[in-house]
């Protein structure tokens, strides 16, 4: 990987020695569009004068560095990635000026240019640690700093930072200096800078604080100008708001950070990020075109997200990447959480057992699994541990604690926590010291059965009937798959759901709470009564844990029993249970795009509608055996025409279905409805066939050979010159079926270096296509071969993007995993992040594998 590793072993070294105290960052944005002038001024503390240290730095040049008044050579001092600093005293202070690079991977200070009007647009991205690609600095989350910042940049341009503006100096040469006031102590890779022509709404809002007092927080919203049309302000704005309130109420401890303004920016790498002051978030969460309430919740359990971060993150920070889990896990349950509590979005724990569990189920079942609180040895372990796991498992199990301690006890561990280490860094047993406190429980033995093992367990529910239905005994069977055998005490409730005779309609007759341990759990309640036609395990998706249905409970699923269902939260248990046995091969992939089918149309939770569409497609493409696929086809078309047909006009569904035909569109009259919603010969009441969905139809064609020789994607993009455009036209050439597209498509993001990994991201998806195998096979051997170069060259988000999504999934087959393993066992396979990713990428086809055995012997 380019840039310097940094071990924690290292890393805990430095942090002995040294204590930062102060940086003065300058930096001027007016050299041109390649290079800014970065100058550093470091003063620290070194508990041990005499002994060396390093500064870290990744940048092209440096001019000059200056240690405690004496110059040294850069030439000698540099080596790319460190500056080399012997001779230490007690104070100390360090200056270091370079020119650094803009990026245009998303890393460090990234570059962006509107293609519509031609306006530059910059934003910093640091996390896990590229703060040192914009200024000299000790990079590691523990060696905490006051940061100043000064920026120099055009004149109409405007400047923000962490922090409020203390002096803006007009420049000669149409440029302007803007001072910031310095931070509070806070870690490197939160530091933020965002500057550019940007439209902004500004507002304020006013929190009262629990002693009466009034605190005043400035917010603001900001996009790029030309998608300033569609720019939702206010509505960002009151979720924001609502988000202060709310956890001003909860958390009991003023907002640190004085202002809160958030930025949507281009060619994101993430969803958002929380730099204290100046939240960044995925321009893609701006809406050009219609889209579900579904995005309008995802973007505001995002801004929650990353508001929780403020206090928890941020004011207090994990000494080390081994606890990036203590934050992450926090504010992903804090998300939902504030969502249920503090907006209209009172239903989010559905959304988030049915989408944001499967991520960590998915992530969970692979081979690399492992535990929430994970062994991260240096910067390249931390990169990858972005994951399901520290993110959504971790969130699962708060959920799980606050079921186990209790709500309050939770919360009030959470405060203490704040108060006890505010501008300092914790790892986790600082965590478990105040749940202990609060809750009076032992955490150790949970924290050991949840925290410290990997994997997911398995419950089903065991119901012996005698002649009548007339239950004679019941267990629940806790498993585990040998690799990861841990069995865990599990809180749950389990629902007793009948069809009542006189009415017909499903009831919910009973639910039982109880605590799960071991292998079997018994069952008493249910003894003496009629078998219940469902018996739903982790009913209120209390635990994390995957559940099994009977074959008489599969069977009444596929007559209608899944909508029947009375509640959201029952129903998202039941698709996600038919998700996992498809995905684990013991329910065949014809029968879960059955069950699909027959009961989507009722769904009302509407992520999950769109969620049940994306496995619908994957399973098409994946899990069934090819020689069912095309009768699956005509299933998938036949029936998604219907419900669009049936939707409410204007309704969110139809703009789901919408979507889901064209993506599920087979077959001569299903593409030429397509062509005819495209060109407007067919439409449906409410239904704009507006920009984004034109596009998806266009790249469905093209991926077809039904797009008029490409002709249909240049024209649009004639009318849509836009970033979005231009990415959108990118992909839909690399969705032709002909072997140049796919020749053109891989030399621009693998041969390529240094695109945007939004386009990498765009090409890839559209890259293999189902149906499109034969095309895929010239670039099996490609892949392998340029794995070692992409992973030595690239940046790690372009790297990683190209490991995965270039992986040949299409051709699943025990050649591809015998030349996988092949590769594997060669020398390129050492670096452990690249074999973690290929790794993750071979289970992928070896689960698709098993479940297409599943289908063709069902
Ligand atoms: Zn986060």
């Given at each position: 990987m380019t840039g310097g590793n940094l071990t924690r072993d290292e890393a805990a070294e430095r942090a002995r020695l040294l204590t930062a105290e102060h940086y003065a960052v300058e930096l001027d944005l007016t050299r041109g569009d390649t290079t800014f002038g970065s100058k550093s001024t470091i003063a620290f503390a070194c508990s041990e004068p005499g002994a060396s240290s390093f500064v870290d730095l990744l940048a092209p040049s440096v001019r000059s560095v200056t240690l405690n008044g004496e110059a040294l050579d850069p030439a000698e001092v540099f080596d790319g990635a460190r500056v080399h600093l012997s001779g230490l005293r007690a104070e100390n202070v360090v200056v270091i000026d370079a020119a650094a690079a803009y990026s245009r991977t998303g890393e460090g200070l990234h570059r962006f240019v509107d293609p519509v009007d031609g306006e530059v647009y910059l934003y910093t991205q640091f996390e896990p640690a590229d703060s040192r690609r914009l200024f000299a600095n000790f990079e590691q989350p523990d060696l905490k700093a006051r940061f100043q910042f000064t920026v120099t940049a055009p004149a109409r341009w405007r400047v923000w930072s962490n922090e409020t503006l203390e002096e803006l100096t007009q420049g000669t040469d149409d440029a302007n200096t803007w001072r910031f006031n310095p931070t509070e102590p806070i870690s490197t890779y939160i530091t933020a800078i965002v500057a550019g022509d940007y439209h902004v709404v500004e507002d304020q809002h006013t929190v009262r604080l629990k002693d009466g007092s009034d605190l005043l927080i400035p917010v603001s919203a900001m996009v790029r100008k030309s998608l300033a049309p569609y720019f939702d302000a206010a509505a960002i704005l009151d979720v924001t708001k609502a988000g202060l309130d709310f956890y001003h109420e909860i958390f009991d401890y003023p907002y640190p950070f004085g202002k809160y303004d958030s930025a949507f920016v281009p060619e994101y790498n993430l969803g958002a990020m929380e730099n204290p002051g100046l939240v960044t978030f995925n321009e893609r969460m701006v809406y050009r075109s219609k889209t579900t309430d579904a995005s309008y919740q995802g973007r505001a359990n995002t801004i929650m997200h990353e508001m929780a971060h403020m206090w928890f993150g941020d004011l207090v920070t994990m000494k080390w990447w081994d606890d990036l889990w203590l934050k992450e896990s926090f504010a992903d349950f804090m998300g939902a959480f504030a969502l249920t509590r503090a907006t209209r979005w009172q239903h989010a724990w559905v959304s988030f057992a049915n989408g944001r569990k499967a991520w960590a189920y998915r992530q969970d079942q692979l081979p690399t699994t492992h535990p929430i609180v994970a062994d991260i040895r240096d910067l390249e372990d931390a990169r990858l541990n972005f994951d399901g796991i520290t993110y959504a498992k971790g969130a699962s199990v708060l959920k799980q604690l606050a079921a186990y301690v209790g709500e309050d006890a939770f919360l009030e561990g959470a405060r203490r926590y704040f108060k006890a280490h505010a501008f300092g860094n914790t790892t986790l047993g600082d965590l478990l010291a105040v749940l202990e406190e609060t809750s009076g429980r032992d955490m150790k033995a949970w924290s050991k059965a949840w925290l410290q093992t990997a994997g997911v367990n398995t419950l089903t529910a065991e119901v012996d009937t005698d002649a009548n239905g007339v239950v004679t005994g019941a267990r629940i069977r806790q498993s585990a798959v040998p690799e990861f055998p841990t069995l865990r005490p599990h809180r749950i409730a389990v629902g007793c759901y009948s069809s009542n005779p006189a009415t017909g309609a499903v009831e919910l007759t009973e639910r039982i709470e109880l605590d799960v341990d071991g292998e079997l759990t018994d069952l008493p309640q249910l003894a003496g009564k009629s078998r219940p036609g469902l018996v739903l395990l982790n009913d209120q998706d209390l635990t994390y844990a995957k559940i099994r249905f009977t074959a008489a409970e599969l069977d009444a699923f596929e007559r209608g029993g899944i909508a029947a269902l009375p509640d959201s939260m029952a129903r998202a248990l039941a698709w996600s249970g038919i998700w996992h046995m498809t995905r684990d091969a013991v329910m065949s992939g014809r029968r879960f795009i059955a069950i699909v089918l027959r009961n989507i149309e009722a769904e009302t939770d509407i992520s999950v509608v769109q969620n049940l569409l994306r496995q619908v497609h994957q399973v098409r493409g994946e899990y069934l055996d090819p020689a069912n696929r095309p009768a699956a086809d005509l299933a998938i078309s036949t029936r998604l025409w219907e419900v669009l047909s049936a939707a409410p006009a204007g309704s969110d569904h139809q703009v789901a279905f919408g979507y889901g035909v064209v993506r599920g569109a087979s077959q001569d009259s299903g593409f030429a409805k397509l062509r005819a919603l495209l060109s407007g010969e067919l439409t449906f009441p409410g239904l704009t066939v507006d920009q984004d969905l034109r596009w998806a139809i266009i790249e469905t064609l093209a991926a077809a050979g039904r797009d008029d020789d490409g002709v249909l994607a240049e024209r649009e993009a004639a009318t849509d010159d836009t970033a979005d455009g231009r990415r959108h036209l990118v992909a839909a050439r690399a969705a032709r079926p002909l072997a140049q597209a796919k020749a053109e498509a891989w030399r621009l993001v693998v041969a390529t270096p240094d695109q945007p990994n939004d386009l990498i991201g765009a090409v890839l998806s559209e890259f293999?296509?189902?149906?499109g195998e034969k095309l895929a096979e010239p670039y099996v051997e490609p892949y392998f071969e340029a794995l070692a170069a992409v992973w030595a060259e690239r940046s790690i988000q372009n790297a990683e993007r190209i490991v995965s999504g270039g992986y040949p999934w299409p051709l699943t087959s025990p050649d591809l995993l015998a030349r996988t393993d092949a590769w594997l066992a060669s020398d390129a396979a050492k670096a452990p992040a690249l074999r973690r990713l290929v790794l993750e990428a071979r289970d992928g086809a070896a689960r698709a594998l098993r479940a297409q055995e599943c289908d063709r012997n069902a």
């Open positions: 293999y296509q189902v149906g």
